[in-house]
């Protein structure tokens, strides 16, 4: 079975001491490639080298994240828009709103997470969203795109079953992760009422391990977890959430060339 990370922070510290061996288990597991999200100017770099060192296997994305949004943010976005025009990037993102820990640069982040879309349809990438106490607001700053052609993903997705619906009439697919492993999740309803078609999993590794490595690091290696607790939802087999969901991601992400 093939599986894809299309959300996975490889290039992080918490990978330094065993980056290699990292990717070589989840590669192990049939998991690859392993799609990066970029943060923001202090992230470009060790992405790039985790792309550079992993070629074909950890492919880049190129964004600025909402919690980065701060004064310098067009600064920051005129670094965004510099890398995406050098071409080699498999989506835009990650972007969105997050108003969990400061609604400080609400504004800003909504000027920000629009431009990114613009640079989605300019490029023809999909648009990978963050969303955390926000999916409304993303909602609204998404209507101006309507019927735009925009394609894209809800990271980690975190809303109800209706906003999962208005998602997926938006253009996206739902990216699910490791909390739908959690006994509280209200993850399993929204599986259930979607269905395998609009999904994509991923880890967000090294956040967000699913059960039984919760609390701990999370890796790659651990994204079959999570699709054997989406095929107890949905009552699909394992090998049929490893294909629909995989093919899912390559068509997303045109992927074709790169996974068979």
């Given at each position: 079975?093939?599986w894809?990370?299309?959300?996975?922070h490889?290039?992080?510290?918490?990978?330094?001491?065993d980056?290699p061996?990292?990717?070589?288990r989840a590669?192990?597991?049939?998991?690859?490639p392993?799609?990066?999200?970029?943060?923001?100017?202090?992230?470009?770099g060790?992405?790039m080298?985790a792309?550079e060192?992993?070629?074909?296997?950890c492919?880049?994305?190129?964004?600025l994240?909402?919690t980065?949004?701060k004064e310098d943010?067009?600064?920051?976005?005129?670094?965004?828009?510099?890398?995406?025009?050098k071409g080699?990037?498999v989506?835009?993102?990650e972007t969105?709103?997050?108003?969990y820990w400061?609604?400080?640069?609400f504004?800003?982040?909504?000027?920000?997470f629009?431009r990114?879309?613009?640079?989605?349809?300019?490029?023809?990438?999909?648009l990978?969203?963050?969303?955390?106490?926000?999916?409304?607001?993303?909602?609204e700053?998404?209507?101006?795109?309507?019927?735009?052609?925009?394609r894209?993903?809800?990271?980690?997705?975190p809303?109800?079953e209706?906003?999962?619906?208005?998602?997926?009439e938006l253009g996206?697919?739902l990216g699910?992760?490791?909390?739908v492993?959690?006994?509280k999740?209200?993850?399993?309803?929204?599986v259930?009422?979607?269905g395998?078609?609009?999904?994509i999993?991923e880890?967000?590794a090294?956040?967000?391990?699913?059960?039984?490595?919760?609390?701990?690091?999370?890796?790659?290696?651990?994204?079959?977890l999570?699709?054997r607790?989406?095929?107890?939802?949905?009552?699909?087999?394992?090998?049929?959430?490893?294909?629909?969901t995989?093919?899912?991601?390559?068509n997303?992400f045109k992927?074709h060339?790169?996974?068979?």
């Amino acid at each position: 079975m093939n599986w894809i990370d299309t959300h996975v922070h490889i290039y992080l510290s918490e990978f330094d001491k065993d980056r290699p061996e990292m990717i070589a288990r989840a590669v192990g597991a049939g998991v690859m490639p392993l799609l990066m999200p970029n943060v923001d100017q202090t992230t470009i770099g060790p992405m790039m080298l985790a792309a550079e060192a992993f070629p074909g296997l950890c492919l880049p994305m190129m964004a600025l994240h909402p919690t980065s949004v701060k004064e310098d943010y067009r600064q920051q976005l005129a670094e965004v828009e510099h890398w995406l025009a050098k071409g080699g990037f498999v989506a835009v993102g990650e972007t969105g709103i997050d108003l969990y820990w400061d609604k400080t640069f609400f504004k800003e982040q909504v000027i920000a997470f629009q431009r990114h879309a613009e640079l989605a349809i300019q490029y023809d990438l999909p648009l990978v969203i963050h969303s955390r106490q926000a999916l409304e607001e993303i909602f609204e700053a998404l209507e101006p795109f309507r019927g735009s052609g925009l394609r894209g993903v809800f990271h980690c997705f975190p809303g109800d079953e209706q906003q999962a619906r208005q998602a997926i009439e938006l253009g996206f697919l739902l990216g699910i992760g490791g909390v739908v492993t959690y006994k509280k999740s209200s993850m399993a309803r929204v599986v259930q009422a979607v269905g395998l078609e609009h999904l994509i999993l991923e880890t967000d590794a090294p956040y967000l391990s699913p059960v039984p490595h919760r609390g701990k690091r999370n890796e790659s290696a651990y994204i079959p977890l999570i699709g054997r607790q989406v095929a107890e939802l949905t009552g699909a087999s394992l090998a049929e959430v490893a294909a629909i969901t995989t093919q899912n991601a390559r068509n997303l992400f045109k992927l074709h060339n790169l996974t068979k």
